[in-house]
């Protein structure tokens, strides 16, 4: 499995990105993709996932709750994670994750850096 990263950038508090998670590989053998991410000093946490039956899971809801929404687009492979919005306090980087029906059962994507300026 193959994960590619995709859409950091920087933008201002209020702003809008859109992530992109771009999967190859025994795409069979996953169960979920998920966005994690990880502040300076902060350890990285889950943002959201969606199962290969198509559900999805917001962690934390507070924090993203409203304002992130994950979807996917089964035809291109890809998981998008779209993010309105945004605050200063989501400033981080963004990885994509699978989580594989096989050991190691997590595999990881290049992150992708997140500044949202106040």
């Known amino acids: 499995v193959q994960l590619q990263a995709s859409g950091g950038g920087l933008v201002q508090a209020g702003g809008s990105l859109r992530l992109s998670c771009a999967v190859s590989?025994?795409?069979?053998?996953?169960?979920?993709i998920g966005w994690y991410r990880q502040a300076p000093g902060k350890e990285r946490e889950l943002v959201a996932d969606?199962?290969?039956?198509?559900?999805?899971?917001?962690a934390d809801a507070d924090s993203v709750k409203g304002r992130f929404t994950i979807s996917r687009d089964t035809a291109k492979n890809t998981v998008h994670l779209q993010m309105n919005s945004l605050k200063p306090e989501d400033t981080a980087v963004y990885y994509c994750?699978?989580?594989?029906?096989?050991?190691?059962?997590?595999?990881w994507g290049q992150g992708t850096q997140v500044t949202v300026s106040s």
């Open positions: 969606i199962s290969n039956g198509g559900r999805t899971n917001y």
């Open positions: 994750h699978a989580a594989l029906s096989y050991w190691p059962y997590n595999h």
């Open positions: 590989g025994s795409t069979s053998e996953i169960n979920a």
